[in-house]
């Protein structure tokens, strides 16, 4: 019996989600196509990248609440170079690879900021990550007068929507970010040291482990993973707003990470768990959905979801 | 006997008034009626949020559900205020309370972090009210006086008219600017001296305080640790409540999206007047003159951008918030870390 | 004459946590206004049955009986309202509050309508101390005050509950000579007025100056309760052991043997260090091969003087010269790599990483050298873990499992070979037996011995005494943040330690 129980605790998400997808093939219309799966993981493609950056910082026992201001931020900012508006560009190719790489450097170092703040000053994470909550956004208004850019260039938006064996290439995105996530929580040093930082500080600082360094990179990544989110997000509608790209996207990705069975004090992480929380979440709202339940029902639903996920986690930790 | 110490809490009312000096200096119309009532009316439904918020975060906890209760109940008390004021104010700050319960159940007895719990109930509340609002806002009734909760000016109908004459004299002076507060900003200040009163002079306030401080030690102390929190959580709850219901009255019509950002303008404002996030050390007053700062610096903003010295956007207000919140979290830090080196002389 | 019934009756009380058992089958008997002895080894479970008492813990099985009823405490504050008050070891207040707040909080005296009175309130405070010849700002804040005013502050706060029994727990553990004398006095004092008491303490001789009778406790059991006359205090450490009392007094009560180490040239000196505020003159040296103990008062800095060797905290001024060399180390990072290792006094707190198996924990300081590309070398890393857990005798069901269940002692030899896996050459080791059943105790003693034979030059903070006087070769000792005594292993002893640790060296 006891086993019983331990099989479920340590696969309840995988258990659950397997569930969902059940009772969607019984009670859900045009459920079993290739094109809902497709809709299905657009969706959730975002939230799971900038998920895998708030693992990693959750697992040292931090928060980011600025993901949703950085996406912002790299997405506002793109299009200002791959449409020339910024400097001239020889040609498309130079303009996009622009538009990719500098985003990500800014939104990156932002995300470096951030663990400036809470390394240097010893600020708790909840407030350090705050002020970029609120002036973040304000940053990438300001940068576009909080206009709208539209634009038409196929070659960016392909990053989002053009497709690689039939599978939208942002998922391929999502899978790589995923998979190299794994891999350094499990098999590298790096990763064993995130762990303990997240686990016992004061006893990971004794052993010689540098927590800031730890720090410093965890916001950087989460950083990064957000840029990478932005751009997907307005290649995938192929226009910029900055009053609405990601917004509302840190509870998202905190509730993924939760449902997934992160540890929210830190020190224990799976990143499949995130990804498998984001489908979770996004499989009941389709599932309400499509099964002409309001979307604000929605929330009400997502937030007994994550009650419950970790009320899960609880009774496993005694 | 007692020496006094400038703790954070008193600078930050000191940076307040020096503020607002400025101001008053710099531009027409600072202190003039008009401008008074409408900076009170906005920020006393934000006041009342970071009162709730004072209370849960000097018990080491954070409650992110105040934006959406207050949001919620407004929309509750606008469906309800055909039927009167009371029933308006009633029925929404009960939801507030109601929701403060169950803030309270996750906490004490499913022992879920407050961080968690309330970000869930705060997603609930935000689908509750959109639902009960079907997505729209919901006017309010202007049928019967439920509106003068937050439009009316509560005293002014004994506001003597020599107080508006000119050479009044500084009582005529102040007592006219006191008597023309807004209805919304005594709520507030009726507020926050019971919450002053009762964190320094109750026994349920210095509870608050210690089991901030030291919840092991506090349990082991044999104070009633459950039942304090259980209580902040209500606390914070009715007091979003009420600030929805203001909210709902002021503009007419209860908004189920707005309230986005409050529970942060909250935080910041507890943070900004002194009281450690971690718990245990706080003032009811600093968070009064934190929430009055913040307010008193985005009016600032406003009038720059009035007098045309510089065009700042209403993006670049919250940038310039943000740049403050980072400021004053610096120095905090700061002062902290001088404070802790001073106590090692143990 | 009729027969005076026992103010407390514990009979038979079985504690699990997880799957450790605490307690089993403990019992304590105390008549009124009498002061009970409660001793036994760290980790023999006295903790455990006073926070059942208290109501801190609900028991397994096993019934309580006070003042001739059941007892039912599910919290502390309802075992204060019904009669028994706690003084625990650490300080279980609220430094933020004041020293009076502290002293009334959950019985606040209040004025009309609810309000507080602070004035009544501060000056029945003043009064309570004034009783333990206490005269501090009764307004401040008590993170303002000493270790030793807030343990007062607590035990006066324990005593004004005009309770029936009132349990210390480890009460002058940060006291001096003066301050004990007044917590003695004030002890008879309570007998006297009919409340009884339960002292609990590892220093033995205190036992003699105040208690009626002790109740021996060994490994979650009561071994023995006797009379303070009828047993000696050889006696005494003997039944703590569970061992013959012929054989503690030839080979002393540890496992430390009394050969003598080689010891070589300088390993370590520190001079002078200043340590934030609780250190400003501490200084000693260690050779290679020797065990030195660092002792004192809890309260005298030596935690903070050992953190400063490794350089978890900075000091303020000093030098530490460490193989030969100068050193200026800012972090533990650079004392690892100097060649030092460094046990913490709380495992939990800053030992182990709970949620991490043995295998991680274990080589945690090691893994930057177990890389193969920035991936850990899975392989190395199994073939170092195996043979630290059978060269220590680590008890775990596997590498993998983690340390979060296995027992305190193995817990601790974990942490210890995340030191020796490094091949350090010098060992800080702050409190290494605490919270440990007395068999793994007596192994991590002997390993302590072992690795000084072969060459680890050791600090060792304890505050039993046994083992410093057992197990060190020369003894420095710490007071107010000051080294005043330095004894070579002829001088050292009980007596001469404790002399100085209460006096320093007069």
């Known amino acids: 019996m006891s086993d019983l129980v331990s099989i479920f605790r340590r696969y309840g998400v995988l258990i659950a989600l397997v569930l969902l997808i059940l009772l969607n093939f019984a009670i859900t219309p045009h459920f079993a196509t290739m094109q809902t799966l497709s809709v299905n993981l657009t969706q959730v493609c975002t939230i799971v990248i900038v998920g895998v950056g708030m693992t990693l910082v959750i697992a040292t026992g931090g928060i980011d609440l600025s993901v949703g201001a950085l996406m912002a931020i790299a997405g506002a900012m793109s299009p200002m170079f791959f449409t020339g508006q910024l400097i001239a560009i020889p040609n498309i190719y130079v303009g996009i690879a622009l538009g990719i790489v500098i985003p990500i450097i800014i939104a990156s170092l932002f995300g470096l900021f951030n663990g400036w703040l809470i390394t240097r000053f010893s600020i708790q994470p909840i407030v350090a990550t705050l002020v970029l909550f609120i002036a973040g956004r304000g940053i990438a208004q300001v940068s576009t007068n909080g206009d709208l850019q539209v634009f038409k260039v196929p070659e960016f938006q392909s990053i989002a929507i053009g497709r690689v064996l039939g599978v939208p290439f942002q998922v391929w995105i999502m899978v790589v970010v995923v998979g190299i996530a794994a891999f350094v929580l499990r098999r590298t040093v790096f990763g064993r040291q995130l762990l303990a930082v997240g686990g016992n500080e004061a006893a990971a600082r004794l052993s010689g482990i540098s927590v800031k360094r730890v720090k410093l990179i965890v916001y950087t990544v989460s950083g990064f993973c957000s840029a990478i989110a932005g751009l997907i997000v307005i290649a995938m509608n192929s226009a910029a707003d900055a009053n609405l790209i990601g917004l509302g996207m840190e509870l998202d990705a905190i509730a993924a990470v939760a449902v997934g069975g992160t540890l929210l004090n830190g020190g224990r992480a799976t990143i499949i768990g995130t990804l498998l929380g984001a489908l979770i979440i996004q499989l009941v709202r389709y599932t309400l959905l499509a099964n002409g339940v309001p979307d604000a029902a929605a929330l009400v639903v997502k937030a007994g979801l994550i009650v419950l996920a970790v009320w899960l986690q609880r009774q496993e930790r005694v | 006997m007692g020496r006094f110490k400038i703790t954070p809490s008193i600078a930050v009312v000191l940076v307040l008034v020096l503020l607002v000096s400025l101001a008053a200096m710099r531009y027409d119309g600072f202190l003039g009626t008009y401008n008074v009532q409408s900076v009170l009316r906005y920020i006393s439904m934000f006041s009342l949020v970071a009162l709730g918020m004072c209370f849960v975060i000097m018990t080491g906890g954070i409650d992110l559900s105040v934006g959406s209760v207050a949001a919620m109940c407004s929309v509750i008390s606008a469906l309800l205020s055909p039927y009167g004021l009371a029933p308006g104010l009633v029925g929404g700050v009960a939801a507030g309370c109601l929701a403060g319960v169950v803030n309270g159940i996750l906490i004490t007895q499913l022992r879920i972090l407050p961080f968690i719990a309330t970000l869930a109930t705060m997603l609930a509340a935000s689908g509750s009210g959109l639902l009960l609002a079907k997505n729209q806002s919901v006017s309010v009734s202007y049928d019967t006086y439920f509106t003068q909760l937050g439009q009316g000016d509560l005293f002014s109908f004994v506001r003597p008219e020599w107080v508006d004459a000119d050479g009044v004299g500084l009582f005529g002076s102040i007592l006219g600017f006191v008597l023309s507060f807004p209805t919304p900003a005594w709520i507030a200040i009726v507020a926050y001296v019971v919450g002053g009163v009762v964190i320094s002079h109750t026994s349920f306030g210095r509870h608050v305080l210690a089991v901030g401080g030291g919840t092991e030690a506090s349990r082991l102390m044999g104070l009633p640790v459950d039942r304090t929190i259980f209580s902040v959580y209500i606390i914070s709850g009715t007091l979003a409540g009420l600030a929805g219901v203001i909210l709902a009255a002021q503009f007419g019509a209860g908004q189920p999206i707005e309230g986005i950002g409050w529970e942060l303008f909250a935080i910041a404002s507890v943070v900004v007047g002194g009281t450690l996030l971690s718990g245990g050390k706080g003032s009811v007053v600093g968070t009064l003159a934190g929430a009055l700062l913040l307010g008193v610096i985005f009016t600032i903003l406003n009038f720059e951008n009035g007098m045309g010295w510089i065009s700042l956007s209403a993006y670049w207000q919250s940038v310039v918030r943000g740049v403050f919140l980072l400021v004053v979290v610096i120095l905090q830090s700061r002062l902290a870390r001088q404070d802790s080196d001073r106590m090692k002389a143990t | ?506």
Not at chain 3, 119 to 145: H, P, Q, S, W, Y
């Open chain 3, 1 to 506: 004459m009729t027969e005076i019934q026992p103010l407390l009756v514990m009979k038979a009380i079985d504690k699990s946590f997880g799957n450790v058992a605490a307690l089993v089958g403990a019992d304590l008997m105390v008549m009124p206004a009498e002061v009970m002895g409660l001793v036994g080894q760290n980790g023999a479970g006295k903790s455990t049955m006073i926070k059942v008492l208290n109501g801190a813990f609900q028991r397994d099985g096993g019934t309580v009986e006070f003042d001739g009823k059941p007892w039912i405490a599910g919290s502390p504050q309802q075992a204060q309202r019904a009669g028994v008050s706690t003084i625990f070891q650490e300080i279980n207040l609220i430094g933020y509050r004041s020293v009076a707040e502290n002293i009334y909080l959950g019985r606040e005296i209040k004025r009309f309508a609810g309000f507080l009175d602070w004035e009544k309130m501060n000056a029945g405070a003043r009064t309570l101390l004034a009783r333990f010849n206490i005269d501090v700002d009764v307004t401040l804040a008590l993170e303002n005050f000493s270790t030793a005013v807030q343990q007062m502050v607590a035990i006066a706060r324990a005593v004004s509950f005009e309770a029936k029994l009132v349990i210390m727990d480890e009460p002058t553990s940060s006291l001096d000579e003066a301050e004990v004398a007044v917590l003695m006095k004030t002890i008879r004092q309570l007998k006297a007025e009919g409340v009884a008491v339960i002292f609990v303490t590892h220093k033995l001789d205190e036992l003699y100056q105040v208690c009626d009778r002790v109740t021996i406790m060994r490994d979650g059991r009561t071994v023995m309760v006797a009379h303070m006359g009828d047993i000696s205090k050889l006696q005494l450490v003997a039944s703590m052991l569970g061992r013959d009392l012929a054989d503690v007094r030839a080979r002393g009560a540890t496992a430390f043997n009394d050969e003598k180490h080689d010891i070589g040239g300088e390993l370590l000196e520190a001079k002078s260090l200043s340590v934030g505020r609780r250190v400003s003159d501490a200084s000693f040296d260690i050779r290679k091969g020797e065990i030195v103990g660092l002792a004192g008062l809890l309260g005298s800095g030596r935690t903070e003087t050992a953190r400063a060797v490794f350089a978890a905290d900075p000091k303020s001024r000093g030098r530490i010269v460490f193989g030969g060399k100068e050193r200026d180390l800012r972090s533990p990072a650079e004392a690892i790599a100097a060649g030092m290792g460094y046990c913490s006094e709380d495992r939990k707190v800053q030992g182990i990483v709970p949620d991490m198996s043995v295998a991680d924990n274990l080589t945690l300081a090691l893994l930057p050298a177990l890389t193969r590309v920035g991936t850990i070398d899975e392989a190395k890393q199994r073939e170092i873990v195996q043979r630290f857990i059978q060269d220590i005798g680590i008890k775990c069901s596997g590498p993998h499992q983690k340390i979060r269940e296995l027992s305190g002692g193995n817990q601790q030899k974990v942490l210890l070979a995340r030191w020796l896996c490094m091949n350090p050459k010098l060992l800080i080791l702050d409190e290494p037996t605490r919270g440990i059943d007395v068999g793994a105790k007596g192994e991590i003693q002997s390993l302590i011995g072992r690795f000084a034979d072969e060459g680890l030059g050791v600090l060792m903070i304890s505050s039993e005494l046994e083992e410093i006087v057992e197990g060190a070769d020369r003894v420095f000792v710490l007071r107010d943040g000051k080294t005043v005594a330095e004894l070579n292993k002829a001088e050292i002893s009980e007596q001469a330690v404790m002399q100085a640790m209460a006096h320093g060296a007069t």
